[in-house]
């Protein structure tokens, strides 16, 4: 192993370990590392931002740009709405959010697909009187299967397209992947509607018999007495029969910031004072509505009040690349930058007893906010959160809902036969929504998930740098070691099962990066062209379902199905071992071993 190797290795540990690990986000350890990798000088100064500028990131970033005027224009509410019954049976709804999440995220973003889709199905839950966790799960992974079946359903397949493109000359076309893809979403789809929610364990709190929010709709709350209050001078547990009426939990007392132990409930309650209570957004206000509470923040509450607007409760599930992830709503100036409490966290289907607004909100929790109702909505998109609330389902302009989805049908035509280059092609999309008024010109950069895009300019000239050493020609030499003399479909499975189990613990785009030109090395090596492997990988990458930290679309519903970090490989795995039982036959038979070096 040379200097240069070892050096990438260790960075290329560091980054595993650090993305394992959680504490900071994957963006910037990715540009830390490759800022060290510059220092170290295994990495040119006057190519470490090429990988900014590279076709792979600028398509995923268009994509994304793309998905949100998909979604403004109302063409993804015109299938829901005709498409989704809350009166058909689990199996059915799954078979159907499924079919529809997986088209949807194989033309839009997947993470984009399965935010829209979330609160549809949770709605649909709730009015068929079911647990929301035995359809999420299934949503999520069809949402994930989706993404394989054309070029921009998921930056795996985009950054392999580019590989290829470096490799032999010429890139994957937009629907290469179908075939292989499109097959092993169906099968896992089929899988997931028939037999996988069966798996999803009952410990997850997912009693069908329950209401359907009550698994993850809790909070912990703070309700504060004001003064005047017919409250004060009575003890904390002559409430116990409001309590109760309002299905409410008193839990116990806050004065002057230091919470009340001991006798606390016999301690008479002065102005000032804070109660400490569990409930539901619906019973917390009643609650407050009947003993004449104010909200901790009420000096907040008043100001609001004294501006005329009306105040709204609402439920936001954080997504990993959200503002409050990591950060506390003190931190972020919830209250002072947008007039809005944060009442109570449910995390994982728990709710959170700690200083709520001091506490970090973590991806995958539910938020229960207080918010100004006519800023509402442009409260949720500064926090980065997806709102549980019900949509409507309308169609906001059926003019425009024709214009997007023509424009984006005519440059996914102009892609797949070779008129014009993918990239050029998403780019005049955009340029069309823009000119066409569905997506404002001062909203386009925040479309864009900026995290993503760093980590894969990063990530590229890193693992440029690492091929170009030899280092993935190493790791290739020993997978091959291990694998012997086996025929070639046992050593391509092999590479699937390294590459999804890596993807299981990483982001996928970062396991895509260092994946594929092990791919390609292993097809040199053998002296097959590189397709059958790119593909492999494309695929092992893209299915992530033994962790909630494996696809950002399993964090996403870690909160609002009430899951466990344990719960997703019983559906999971059998779904990993399936999709390869599938795609290897697939990949043999559309993209066989030919001899020809990469």
Known sequence: MTQDQFILFALFATVFVALIWGRWRYDLVAFGALMAAVLLGVVDPDRAFEGFGHPATLVVALVLVVSAGLVRSGAVYLITRTLVNSARGLGAHI???????????????????????????????????????????????????????????????????????????????????????????????????????????????LDASADPMSDYSSYIAELTVPEGSKLIGRRLADLDPEAEANDVALLGLVRGGKRLYGLQRGTALAAGDSLVIEASPEALDEFRAALSLDFAEGANQERLKAEGAGLTVIEVVVPEQ????????????????????????????????????????????????????????????????????????????????????????????????????????????VVGYVAARIIPINEVYSHVEWPVVVLLGSMIPLGVALEESGGTRLIAETLLGLTGDMPPWVILTALMVATMCLSDVLNNTATTVVAAPVGIQMAQALGFSPDPFLMAVAVAASCAFLTPIGHKNNTLILGPGGYRFGDYWRMGLPLEIIVIAVSVPMILLVWPFQAGAA
């Open 322 to 429: 959200a503002r409050i992830a990591g950060r506390s709503a003190q931190l972020v100036g919830l209250a002072w930058r947008r007039r809005t409490v944060l009442l109570g966290i449910s995390r994982q289907g728990r709710p959170v007893r700690q200083q709520i607004r001091k506490t970090k909100v973590r991806p995958g929790d539910i938020l229960l906010l207080l918010t100004p109702q006519d800023v509402a909505q442009d409260v949720v998109d500064w926090l980065g959160c997806l709102t549980l609330a019900d949509r409507g389902l309308a169609v906001t302009d059926t003019r425009k809902t024709w214009i997007a989805i023509g424009l984006f049908a005519a440059a996914v035509a102009a892609a797949s036969v070779g008129l014009v280059d993918l990239t050029i092609a998403i780019g005049l999309v």
């Open 95 to 205: 078979a159907i959010m499924g079919g529809i999440g997986g088209l949807l995220s194989a033309f839009m973003n997947n993470v984009a697909a399965l935010a829209l889709l979330m609160p549809v199905d949770i709605q649909t839950a709730r009015k068929a009187g079911r647990a929301p966790g035995l359809s999420l799960m299934p949503l999520s992974f069809a949402t994930i299967l989706g993404g394989m079946v054309t070029l921009i359903g998921t930056p795996p397949n985009i950054i392999i397209a580019a590989f290829r493109q470096d490799a032999t000359g010429q890139s994957f076309r937009m629907f290469d992947f179908a075939p292989v893809g499109g097959v092993a979403a169906l099968a896992g789809i089929v899988f997931v509607a028939l037999v996988g929610w069966r798996l999803i364990p009952k410990s997850a709190g």
